[in-house]
């Protein structure tokens, strides 16, 4: 089964750059999306298709996708934006999650 | 706006089934996946299966056949049936709507426990 790995935890001081990985084989073939969860609510989609931005999110949030990696970044952090992280995809017709970053903002 | 929100039991006793509805307002019925998804307590989210607005479904394999799925657009309904609960499955259950999940229920907290 298709598997994505995702680092536990990314920190990154305010006003700074977060980048938070996603590794997958080929991942770059697949369409990857990415949401963010805040303790005691539902995830939130942050981007979808690899670099595309729900309305709503902050053009501070981007993503890439390449080869064996995704990619989102996260420009000028914020306080807010600390949250876990999670990259999906789908693979024969079923979905697979990441395990999840914690971003911490310093 | 679309909204979609979790009900059901709470509280699931051992070899018993979990069964969850999933009540959308706002938006379309068709042309859509419609998924369910959990979180066990502190860990990440896992996928459980979706339902086509065609019909068909699909499940996570780790879930063996204990997932069934169905869809009711007349009620603008979708439903979870998890057979054979565990402590294991204690978690809370999120409906969303999508090929990316756009849409999110606020999630239902299960406790399976005698």
């Known amino acids: 089964s298709y598997e994505l790995t995702q680092s536990l935890s990314v920190s990154v001081a305010q006003g700074q750059t977060a980048r938070i990985t996603c590794g997958g084989n080929?991942?770059?073939?697949?369409?990857v999306h990415w949401y963010q969860q805040k303790p005691g609510q539902a995830p939130v989609l942050v981007i979808y298709?690899?670099?595309h931005r729900p309305s709503g999110i902050p053009e501070r949030f981007s993503g890439s996708n390449s080869g064996n990696t995704a990619t989102l970044t996260i420009s000028e952090a914020q306080a807010g934006d600390e949250a876990n992280y999670y990259c999906?995809?789908?693979?024969?017709?079923?979905?697979?999650f990441g395990g999840g970053a914690k971003l911490t903002v310093l | 706006q679309v909204q979609l929100q979790e009900s059901g039991p709470g509280l699931v006793k051992p070899s018993e089934t979990l069964s969850l509805t999933c009540s959308v307002s706002?938006?379309?019925?068709?042309?859509?996946?419609w998924n369910w998804i959990r979180q066990p307590p502190g860990k990440g989210l896992e996928w459980i299966g979706y339902?086509?607005?065609?019909?068909?479904?699909n499940h996570n394999p780790t879930l063996n056949s204990r997932v069934t799925m169905s869809l009711d657009t007349s009620k603008r309904q979708f439903s979870l049936n998890l057979s054979s609960v565990t402590a294991a499955d204690t978690a809370v259950y999120f409906c969303?709507?999508?090929?990316?999940?756009?849409?999110w229920g606020q999630g239902i907290p299960v406790t399976v426990s005698s």
């Open positions: 969303a709507r999508g090929d990316w999940f756009d849409y």
């Open positions: 706002g938006g379309s019925m068709y042309s859509y996946y």
């Open positions: 339902v086509h607005s065609s019909g068909s479904t």
């Open positions: 080929n991942i770059g073939t697949k369409n």
């Open positions: 298709r690899n670099y």
């Open positions: 999906q995809v789908w693979d024969s017709s079923t979905v697979v």
